[in-house]
């Protein structure tokens, strides 16, 4: 451990921190605009400065590290007028439009300025944009906005190792781009939304989709149903200022309602269905010599990964649709004739944590009776900017319910949220009927946690079945490449798009730093403890509609709405 004073606060602090770390302890926050906790330290925006006893020269506080007697001060004339400096060359670089801004009033640039007292900046505005990206359904870019902090191309090459954000030109020139400057739809991106997630201001945002919603709940002729996906329950309070991981299911439910929607249902009821179906695959292909090893299919990001990337591989995906576009195709078919409603008057509503769920939702394989199956997808940052311009205050809201016919979800659907969920929902159920017999434990620690790489194995029947678990596409190439030379040892692969699974997703409130995705895993896997049932085929929902109108796991009408097929 190492002595040292920050503004003459004592504190000790273990070798190898930073100054901006070590200031924290002492509840110091040194301005910074490119540091982001859970990437490799960038020092480009220079806005970090502190000055060190000894030194001439002013210091980057997020990569100097500390030693013993260091002394350090943060708030200087010297340093302030560095950093007020500095400010101001970033924002006359930089769109200040704010009231038009996705981010206003969620900026850190905003907020900077606040702090420093900046409205304007008396510099020559030079902001040379390129022009706006806003042609693809998930995500929008808006370089004239752009502080060139490096996070979201950090957040491309290093951290999904999808490599379409880069760097062209020099200088004054220097830009964030696809290369050759082409807009995301023409590139390999995968819509992800991981850059979204970490740019510090608002130059890469979810496409904003609310009006179209507030459009079909004012249509008396639309009949507006609303499905949440599983991860939005335990990440929505971070809007709303509520301790990070906090469980505000009922609250959620409560604030849809007022908000106008018809009924309000649950996409952990079709993720209990998507392990009926993607259960009876997997024993289908281990039984009848069918091509393993099988590899989940729900996280749309992770689907055009290795349709642009791998699609020799396709046959390995399970052709099972995502639970996202399994309630769309049910809302527009047995919804809707159960309902006596033309599937045309359903209005289906998403509400997801993922920007690459918008992208899914306009595929042209997903339309059911001649309509789209998914109307609208919304991210719960756009649902958060819903419920506040609709003046409701969240926290007060009594709590409610879901509604049925897809309200009731099980704990194995509930785990769907977090990396590993999806494996340990199919084995509970997998093993049960294969074997016939109760699980000793229904939980499988071997594949919860945020490591990048997990596995396990599963004694059924004297067959060993081993699984692994990748989350973050990283991960994923490497069990890929394992694959095309044959030595894949798996049956089965879960591949979420998303470090952390879904609750890390694109269109989860800003800052989703490793910290709070791990108090959401938390969450998570609390809602499955608690709820009475916990295994996809004990749903008495998901039975029912067997019984009434599917006939069977795999089953010819089950084939035609809730299977699908991959294309590069
Ligand atoms: Fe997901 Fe899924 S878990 S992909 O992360 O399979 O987005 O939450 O809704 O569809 O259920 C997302 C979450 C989500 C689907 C389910």
Redesign the pocket.
Known sequence: NIKIKVDNINLIVPEGTTILEAARKANISIPHLCYHPDQAIKANCRLCVVEVAGSRKLTPACSSYVFEGMEVETNTKKVRDMQKGVLELILANHDQDCLKCLRNGNCELQALCQRFNISKTNLEDSVDALPMDNTNPSLVRDSAKCIKCNRCVDACQKGQEVHVLTHSHRSIHYNITPAYEMPLEQTFCVFCGQCAAVCPVGAIVEKDDTSKVWDAIYDKNKHVIVQV????RVALGDAFNLEKGSIITGKMVAALRRLGFSKIFD??F??DL?IMEEGSELIDRITNDGVLPMITS??PGWINFIEGRYDHLLDNLSSCK????MFGALSKSYYAEINDIKPKDVFTVSI???TA?KYEAQRPEMVTNGVKEVDVVLTTRELARMIQSAGIEFDGLEEDQFDNPFGIGTGA?AI??ATGG?MEAALRTVYEVLTGKGLPTLKFSDVRGLDGFKESSIDINGLEVKVAVVHGLGNAKLLLKQIERGESPYAFIEV?ACPG??IG?GGQPIQSTMDVKAKRIESIYKIDEDLPLRKSHKNPSITELYERYLGEPLGEKSHELLHTHYHS
């Open positions: 996906a599983p991860a939005v996409t952990n079709t993720a998507t729900c996280s995502s639970p996202q576009q997801m944590p993922c769920k659907g769907f949220g999806v979420m699974g879904c997703g």
